[in-house]
């Protein structure tokens, strides 16, 4: 399998996908939308955009597996060769013009994250992750921060309405009483290239799907952070918690937010 014509398709395919749902964000209001549960949002854009995707995906390598937020998997997640696509991550954001949003490609090949891609273009920012080469954000190498303290930590938070709050509310207490700061972008994937940027120290997420998850995780990973073991227990099939966080910082997010295994 060549993993290096993958690689620079998925950022080729990434560009262009996100240059169509830039042109559906800038005509947000015309978008039919959808409810597919509480606060979980799918617009024509998120539709049209993964039709692309898998479209051109489809039209280099037929015989690799899909697997997208919109359309599903068709039931090949096992295979040797499987692309996970988001084809809008941060679909509320990008419904209300907040800046926060992308298309995210990750490649998978034999339960191992080979690369990942979030393309971020009201940001402008293209970032991409190749396992054991390294993390970079329009070209530029990434690496976490290497804050000691949680009184000087600035961590992200996600939440859906898959979990309860309660839990959730408990660690943040925590947290807050030993001083860190946090902020929620409602994006998963930029959440997490913010940590492999050193925008922020961690983040946590109680329950994520793998196509918000994989490629940020594999960016943290790659710009020396730590995170959980996402693919644990059928991860990849049913979704999974998500810590990421700098070294120093790491057991103590963990420990507040119990998350017990680490990849
Ligand atoms: C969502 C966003 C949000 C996170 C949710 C995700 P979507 O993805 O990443 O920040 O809190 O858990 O489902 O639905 O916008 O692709
Ligand atoms: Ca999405």
Known sequence: ??????????????????????????????????????????????????????????????????????????????????????????????????????????????????????????LRERYVARKGRG??????????????????????????KKTPHQPYLAALDQLLAEGIEYRRLGCASMNLAAVASGKLDGFYEAKLSPWDALAGMLLVHEAGGRCNDYLADDGLLRGNSVLVGNRPLYDSLAAAFKVFSEA
Not at 13 to 21: K, N, V
Not at 23 to 28: I, Q, S
Not at 51 to 70: K, M, N, S, Y
Not at 135 to 160: M, Q, W
């Open 1 to 122: 399998m060549d993993l290096d014509v993958r690689f620079g398709a998925a950022i080729a395919i990434a560009e262009e996908a996100a240059q169509l749902a830039l042109r559906h964000f800038e005509n947000r209001g015309a978008l039919t939308v959808e409810h597919k549960g509480l606060q979980d949002l799918v617009s024509a854009a998120d539709r049209e955009v993964e039709q692309l995707v898998r479209t051109r995906i489809a039209e280099r390598f037929p015989e690799d597996a899909l697997l997208g937020e919109e359309a599903g998997s068709g039931g090949a997640v096992s295979s040797r060769a499987l692309w996970v696509i988001d084809p809008i991550d941060g679909t509320t954001n990008f419904l209300r013009g907040l800046p926060h949003w992308g298309v995210v490609l990750a490649f998978v090949a034999d339960e191992v994250v080979e690369h990942g891609v979030i393309v971020a273009p009201v």
């Open 135 to 160: 993390a970079f954000c329009n070209d530029r190498p990434l690496k976490v921060t290497g804050t000691a303290k949680l009184s000087e930590a600035v961590i992200g938070f996600g939440s859906n």
